[in-house]
Every structure is written in C-alpha cells, then in structure tokens.
C-alpha cells in the first residue's frame, strides 16, 4: 500500500430532479482511497453512498467537483473498475462459468487465457465446482460469490461493492464476509464497499466513512486498526462497532 491516492474524490456534489424539486443527493464530498485500501462507506439510506459509487464507476457525472483514478478524470466506465451489486444480475440463460466469461468479451487474450482466467477465478471463490452450473441451481449466497468472481475476473484496480450481501440472510452474510475478508488479504485489491452495516464495516474495512443524512457529507472516518482475520467477539471490535453505531444513530 503505498500513500499516493489511487481514487481522489475533490468537492464532489449530485443533484437530481424528483417531482419538479431538485434534491441535492451529495454536498462537495471529498475522499481519498490508496492502492491496497479497503474502505467502507455507511450512512442511513439515501444519504448518497450508492450515488457516489456510481459516479466512482463512472456510470454517472457529478454536477460539480472532480473524480481522479490514477490521477486522471473518471469520465467513463473502465475495466480498472469493477463493481458488484446487491443483485447478482446473472444471465440465467449463461452458466456460472459463461456469466464470469461474459466480463472477458473484450478482453485482449487468447481463448486458452480466458478459460484459464475464468477457472482461476472461481476457484478463488470456492465454486471451481459448479462451472457448469445454471444461475437458478444456485443459492443466494452462491450466485453472490459469481458476481464477485465476474467483477474480480479482469483485475480491476478498484472493486467496488454495493450491498453485495445486503438481500441474504444473518448466517450466509456473515459467512460471505468471512470469505470476502480472506479474499481482500489474498489479492490486496483497492475496494470500496457501501453498506449499512455497522458489523460489516468493521469485519472488513481499514477505514469506515460515515455520510450524513441527505445531503451526503462526510461526517467522520474511522480508523480500524484490529488485525486480521478479525473476531466479532473480541473485545476492541465489539467497542468498535458500539462506537460506530452511536455515530450512526446520532445521524
């Protein structure tokens, strides 16, 4: 990890037009994420953090303010970006291994290099096993862990997640972050995650963001700080999850 921002958010704002009002979704917004970094963003909802990860992924333009990847303007979507949504969003008419090669169409490589690519990376996701698998054969958890696999397959710099485990259940989340946490410490990818979960942040994060409430604006940064792999009973991360949940609940 080095210290040179690889994603400089500067003063960043979004408006939008909802019946004939304008909303202002986020308030000159300023963020900076290095190479190797896990960061959390939480907030109530609709404070905006789904918003900015748009804008991160360049699926959509601020109003006003500048967003730098690498030093250089996010104007569009890139494969140094990747990005994972609530939803799986998998093509139920592609296997699990044709949805994690679809993310390689355009990709400069061989089809021997593809195929390769593709069993590496469900092996890292524990499904190397179900290759040939339909979307509607897999639970829920499991069809979460291919949309990982598919944002991961290019090697995008940045990863960014939003709600990835937000529509399943208390036990297949928890277990999901476990993996995801021993994933980040295998890879080292650069990720920023949006959730509302307090335990969450702190199981995964370096550093947890905490929006206000519309209009989204930083309203503080916690350093984590624990080792890993990380405990939810040890004393320090139970105190650091009390911590952030006041700070939530005041919001």
């Known amino acids: 990890m080095t210290d040179d921002p690889l994603l400089s958010v500067r003063q960043v704002s979004r408006r939008f037009t909802l019946n004939g009002e304008e909303l202002l979704a986020l308030d000159r917004v300023t963020l900076d994420i290095r190479e190797g970094e896990f960061v959390t963003l939480v907030g109530a909802s609709g404070c905006g953090k789904s918003t900015l990860l748009r804008l991160v992924a360049g699926l959509d333009r601020p109003q006003s303010g500048q967003i730098l990847f690498d030093g250089r303007a996010v104007t569009d979507t890139s494969l140094d970006r990747g990005i994972v949504f609530q ?123 905490v929006l206000e409430a519309r209009p989204g604006r930083i309203r503080s940064t916690l350093e984590v700080g624990l080792p890993r792999p990380r405990r939810r009973a040890d004393l320090r991360f139970v105190q650091l999850k009390e911590q952030l949940l006041t700070e939530l609940h005041a919001l």
């Open 87 to 209: 939803e799986p969003r998998l093509f139920p008419w592609l296997s699990v291994e044709g949805n994690v090669r679809l993310a390689l169409e355009n990709a400069a490589m061989t089809e021997a290099e593809k195929n390769r690519t593709v069993a590496e990376h469900l092996d890292l996701v524990g499904l190397s096993g179900f290759r040939e698998a339909w979307p509607h054969q897999l639970s829920g958890g499991m069809a979460q862990r291919v949309a990982i696999a598919r944002g991961l397959v290019n090697r995008p710099r940045l990863l960014l997640l939003d709600e990835p485990f937000g529509a399943l259940d208390a036990l297949t989340r928890a277990r999901l972050q476990v993996e995801l946490a021993a994933l980040w410490q295998r890879e080292r990818t650069t990720t920023l995650l949006v959730t509302h979960d307090a335990e969450e942040a702190i199981m995964l994060a370096d550093r947890v963001v």
